[in-house]
C-alpha cells in the first residue's frame, strides 16, 4: 500500500476525519503530525493520537516536515485551507463537496494551479473495492455498451443530528443533501463510465426536516456519448429502508452494488446476465479494505511521484459546475 512515511497535517477534525480519515491515514503508513481545530476536544482527541494540536491554520503551517493537508473542515471554510496549502506549496487532499460555491471552487483552483501543488477532492467512493470491481467489469466488457446509471444514496440528517450541524446551515454547507451527497454519485458516474455528465437537471425538496436546505433531491443527467443516469439523494430517509443503490445498466447485464456506498467497506456486487437473466455475486478483491485507507494510501502514491490519475482538479471543478447548475435550474420547491 502507497502513503507510507506520509507526514499530514489534518485541518478540521471532525466526525469524517476522526473516525474515518485519520484511521485511513495511519493504515495507509502514515503519520498524522498536526491537527488544527478550533474545538479543545478535538484537538485533545488529536493529542491522543500522537498528533501536535494546533489552533489555528497558520500554527498548522508552521509545523516542519509535513508531506500533505487534508482538509475536513465545514465546507465554507474549504477555500482559505486549501489557498493556505497551496502557499505553502503543499499537496491538499479537500473533502467533498470542493467548495461551498462555484466561486470558492474557482479561486481554489486558480491558486493550487498558480502554486504547481497537487490537489485532490476526496472523493473516497471511487476507492471502495466493490467500485473498483464494477469499473474492471464495465471495461472488460461484461454489460456490452453501457446504457444507464442508477443512484439511490439516501440517509437521516435531522436539525440535531450533530451539536451544531452546519450541513442543514445554507451558508456554511453551501446546500443540504444534493450538496453533501450527490458529490459522490456524479463523481462514481464518470469513473464508472469514463466520462462525467454533459447535462443535469434536478428537482429539490425541503418536505421532512426542519431546516432551510434540501432534505431531498432528485437528478437526471446524461453524459456526452449518451449514457443516462439518475439520483436520488436525502436526508429525510430512515435507515432501517434500504437506502444505498448503485446500479449500471448495459445491454449485456447489469451491475448492482448494494451498501456499498458510504465511508465502510462491505456490501454485495452481483451481476445479472442479460441474456438468460442469472444472477451472481462477483468477486470484489480485499473487500474488506478500507475506502478511506485506500484514498490516503493513492494520494501518498501521488505526492511521492506516483499516479496522478485520480486526482484531478479540473475533473472536480467540472462536477462542482454540474452541482451549481443542478441547484441553479430547479425550480422552487415551495
Known amino acids: 500500500m502507497g502513503g507510507r512515511g506520509i507526514s499530514w497535517g489534518i485541518v478540521g477534525f471532525g466526525w469524517v476525519a476522526r473516525d474515518y480519515a485519520a484511521p485511513g491515514i495511519l493504515a495507509a503508513g502514515g503519520r498524522i503530525s498536526a491537527v488544527s481545530d478550533p474545538s479543545p476536544t478535538a484537538r485533545d482527541t488529536a493529542a491522543s493520537l500522537g498528533a501536535r494540536p494546533c489552533s489555528a491554520l497558520p500554527e498548522l503551517l508552521a509545523q516542519p516536515g509535513l508531506d500533505a493537508i487534508y482538509v475536513a473542515t465545514p ?4 477555500r482559505q485551507a486549501v489557498e493556505a496549502a ?5 499537496p491538499v487532499l479537500c473533502e467533498k463537496p470542493m467548495a461551498a460555491t ?3 471552487a474557482e479561486a481554489m483552483a486558480s491558486a493550487v494551479k498558480r502554486a504547481g501543488v497537487l490537489y485532490g477532492t476526496a472523493f473516497d467512493q471511487r476507492h471502495h473495492p466493490a467500485h473498483g470491481a464494477m469499473r474492471e467489469a ?3 466488457g461484461m454489460l456490452g455498451r453501457v446504457t444507464a446509471v442508477r443512484i439511490a ?4 440528517v435531522d436539525a440535531c443530528w450533530t451539536a451544531d ?28 463510465t469514463g466520462e462525467p455528465l454533459a447535462e443535469i437537471a434536478a428537482l429539490t425538496q425541503v418536505r421532512v426536516q426542519d431546516y432551510s436546505v ?3 433531491a432528485v437528478l437526471i443527467g446524461r453524459t456526452a456519448d449518451g449514457v443516462l443516469a439518475q439520483m436520488h439523494v436525502s436526508y429525510n430517509c430512515p435507515e432501517a429502508l434500504p437506502r444505498r443503490r448503485l446500479e449500471v445498466l448495459g445491454t449485456r447485464g447489469q451491475l448492482v452494488a448494494l451498501d456499498t456506498m458510504g465511508q465502510t467497506p462491505g456490501g454485495t456486487l452481483t451481476f445479472t446476465d442479460g441474456a438468460t437473466g442469472e444472477q451472481r455475486l462477483l468477486p470484489v478483491a480485499d473487500p474488506l479494505a478500507s475506502p478511506f485507507a485506500r484514498q490516503m494510501a493513492a494520494f501518498g502514491r501521488a505526492v511521492s511521484g506516483g499516479d496522478r490519475s485520480p486526482f484531478d482538479i479540473e475533473r472536480d471543478l467540472g462536477l462542482m459546475r454540474l452541482l451549481d447548475r ?7 420547491c415551495r
Open 75 to 78: 465546507n465554507h471554510l474549504h
Open 165 to 192: 450541524n452546519w450541513r442543514a446551515d445554507p451558508a456554511r454547507a453551501g446546500g443540504g443533501a444534493l450538496m453533501d451527497l450527490a458529490p459522490h454519485g456524479l463523481d462514481l458516474i464518470h469513473f464508472l
Open 138 to 140: 464495465i471495461s472488460a
Open 214 to 216: 434540501d432534505d431531498g
Open 86 to 90: 497551496a502557499a505553502a506549496s503543499l
Open 102 to 104: 462555484l466561486a470558492d
Open 326 to 332: 443542478a441547484y441553479r435550474n430547479a425550480p422552487p
Open 153 to 156: 444514496y439516501c440517509c437521516w
